[in-house]
């Protein structure tokens, strides 16, 4: 098992930047490809963006591509997401994700989940 905790969110206004972490505990951190969702109030949780074992790979969705960069280290057992030019449209709870044998942008696989981190951008 994996344990993952969220950091770094907080309240920022249109155009800032903010840099989520998530730090994981317990198993090789290398043995997960790790994601990043959000749900905001009243809507589904969706897909932000996921990173591959190794770090190699990573594929974003397309309302954050440009922006938005994940990264990891497997050193530090963390994986982070640099978030550029918010928007409001981006307050939600953050939540990172992991998963031994899935990579990619689907929720159900992902078998481990952080308790979240709250992004709020103001107008």
């Known amino acids: 098992q994996v344990q993952l905790v969220e950091s770094g969110g907080g309240l920022v206004q249109t155009g800032d930047s903010l840099r989520l972490s998530c730090a994981a505990s317990g198993r090789t951190f290398s043995s997960y490809a790790m994601g990043w969702f959000r749900q905001a109030p009243g809507k589904e949780r969706e897909f932000v963006t996921a990173?591959?074992?190794?770090?190699?790979?990573?594929y974003y969705a397309d309302s954050v591509k440009g922006r938005f960069t994940i990264s990891r280290d497997n050193a530090k057992n963390t994986v982070y997401l640099q978030m550029n030019s918010l928007k409001p449209e981006d307050t939600a709870l953050y939540y990172c994700?992991?998963?031994?044998?899935?990579?990619?942008?689907?929720?159900?696989?992902?078998?481990?989940w952080g308790q979240g981190t709250q992004v709020t951008v103001s107008s």
């Open positions: 990173i591959s074992w190794s770090g190699g790979s990573t």
């Open positions: 994700a992991a998963s031994e044998r899935y990579y990619g942008s689907s929720y159900y696989p992902y078998d481990y």
